[in-house]
């Protein structure tokens, strides 16, 4: 379980309620809603995080889905918020007056403008809304924020594009972003809303782009500000693999089974031998308790 995941990482999690008082932490959740029960009826909403987590370890992602267990929280990434905030107002400019964005000419992309849609807001809206699209004849809603997209002028197709934050000493070489195991995820997010925006009934360009901020670590001074260097980092996005997962995914939910844990995972490793430390420090004050009463 990734419960103790923040406690390795002494990120103490304390629940509070909407006063920002201290409550008692159950560690289920409170809203029945966000529970999946076996062969339910109703519609239920998978996000593309939820999707990713059932790819990182399937047991994690039932424990929440379906048992209804509350992780503890991770706190917000304001700094990378705000580079995403302030991108959105750039391109929401562009986006206005229908004209490519000064990252377009410097990458040669003279003919694509921000994709003006009615809907862009909602499909912006991780949390509420996102892209949204029926998986088959199940009652499973796939959803997923995207950043923004971009419309190319003469052939109308759509851009899919993430925007990411990150602080690297040096230049970032595209091949190495793409190719480094920690941006497997990333790849799989793009892979995603390439599947739900075909899905909905759009035509997709095969070229989506991460917009990559690097802060510049090795300058001389902080002076309130940080500086940025921009890269436009093409990636071939693919859906072939998506639906055999999704229809795994889905009979997962529909069973009553908790499956086995990713083995990798640190933090389970963590809660077992915090479970053995805890167990036998009870065991010893049993028998020093025992042993004081006879
Ligand atoms: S292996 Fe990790 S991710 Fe899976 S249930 Fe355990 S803590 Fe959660």
Request: hydrophobic share 30%; glycine share 4%; with cysteine.
């Given at each position: ?107 040669q992309l003279s003919n694509v403008v921000p994709f003006d849609h009615p809907d862009i807001d909602n499909w912006r809206d991780s949390l ?167």
């Open positions: 379980m990734y419960v103790l995941r923040w406690i390795k990482d002494l990120m103490i999690d304390l629940k509070r309620n909407s006063k920002k008082e201290p409550i008692e932490a159950t560690g289920l959740r409170s809203r029945a809603s966000s529970r999946y029960s076996p062969n339910q009826k109703e519609d239920f909403k998978i996000s593309r995080g939820r999707f990713s987590n059932f790819l990182t370890c399937k047991r994690c992602f039932y424990l929440d889905r379906v048992k209804g267990l509350d992780p503890p929280g991770t706190p917000g990434w304001t700094l990378n918020e705000t580079t995403d905030l302030l991108l959105k107002k750039e391109f929401d400019y562009c986006r206005e007056r229908q004209i490519p964005h000064r990252l377009f000419i410097e990458n509420h809304k996102g892209l949204m699209l029926r998986h088959k004849d199940t009652n499973i809603i796939l959803t997923g924020g995207v950043d923004d997209i971009w419309q190319h002028n003469i052939s109308e197709q759509l851009i899919i594009v993430d925007y990411k934050s990150q602080a690297k000493v040096g230049k970032v070489d595209k091949q190495d972003y793409l190719e480094d195991p920690y941006h497997e995820a990333y790849k799989i997010q793009m892979d995603f809303y390439a599947y739900l925006l075909f899905g909905m009934g759009f035509d997709v360009h095969q070229t989506s782009y991460f917009l990559v901020c690097n802060a510049k670590r090795d300058d001389q001074e902080f002076n309130k500000r940080m500086n940025f260097d921009e890269y436009l980092v093409p990636y071939k996005w693919s859906t072939d693999w998506i639906e055999k997962k999704i229809d795994e995914m889905v009979n997962l939910m529909n069973n009553s089974q908790i499956p086995e844990p990713n083995p990798c995972c640190k933090n389970c490793a963590y809660a077992e031998q915090y479970s053995k430390v805890i167990g036998n420090e009870f065991k010893e004050d049993k028998v020093e308790i025992q042993g004081s009463l006879f």
